[in-house]
């Protein structure tokens, strides 16, 4: 069975751009979570996402939107990007969501100049 | 604020030594979760303890949950170099079934 994978691996983007990562969750598994992960923050959980709806939300601004298509799989979106937003982007997915483990991508990591 | 948090936040030990780390949580929990990350990697499930368990096993890792203290612990028995990662815990609070919040983190090393 093939892995959570997410597109790209690396992304380097300005300030002002905009920039949409891609996750393919494992077959089977309906629920997508997505995490930042900085040295200073930790893993910041964004929203995680269960048959094309948005379940949850964390405490980050309105750039940061993300979708669901009928296949689960799931894109995040970040507009008008700032220096802060350079981090590791992880994709997580599970069967149903957050009373099962988690299966992690290898991330996206994006750097903002 | 961190619903997890890790203790200690870094931990050098010889290969061969056991290594124990603690978790720390705020509210109630369906369950807890321990992973492990190898440098800039994505993140590794070692063991989910839902609430009504008191220990479990798992190969070398032992997990271990006091919900009335709300406190977890992660030993890794006798430990070896590849072990040299760092472990969060992360937890499913009852209110919310969609939602897991990782700990900062505790940074392993152990030294061949």
């Known amino acids: 069975k093939a892995g959570v994978t997410q597109t790209p691996r690396y992304l380097i983007k300005t300030r002002g751009q905009q920039v949409t990562l891609s996750c393919s969750p494992i077959s089977g598994h309906r629920s997508v979570s997505w995490y930042q992960q900085t040295p200073g923050q930790g893993l910041q959980f964004l929203f995680e996402y269960f048959s094309e709806t948005q379940r949850n939300k964390g405490n980050f601004p309105g750039r940061f939107s993300g979708r669901q298509f009928s296949n689960s799989r799931s894109e995040m979106n970040v507009s008008t990007l700032e220096l802060g937003d350079s981090a590791l982007y992880l994709c997580?997915?599970?069967?149903?969501?957050?009373?099962?483990?988690?299966?992690f991508g290898s991330g996206t990591q994006l750097s903002v100049l | 604020s961190q619903q997890g948090e890790e203790d200690p936040q870094a931990l050098s030990i010889q290969e061969g030594e056991n290594a124990t780390m603690n978790c720390s949580y705020k509210?109630?929990?369906?369950?807890l979760q321990w992973y492990r990350q190898n440098s800039g990697r994505g993140l590794v499930h070692l063991i989910l303890?839902?609430?009504?368990?008191r220990e479990k096993h798992s190969g070398r890792l032992r997990v271990t949950l006091d919900t009335s203290k709300k406190s977890s612990s992660l030993l890794i028995t006798a430990s070896r170099a590849a072990d040299t990662a760092s472990y969060f815990c992360a937890t499913a609070m009852k209110t919310s079934y969609d939602k897991v919040i990782f700990g900062p983190g505790t940074s392993l090393s152990v030294i061949p």
């Open positions: 509210t109630s929990i369906n369950n």
């Open positions: 997580a997915s599970s069967l149903e969501g957050a009373n099962e483990k988690l299966f």
């Open positions: 303890i839902r609430s009504n368990e």
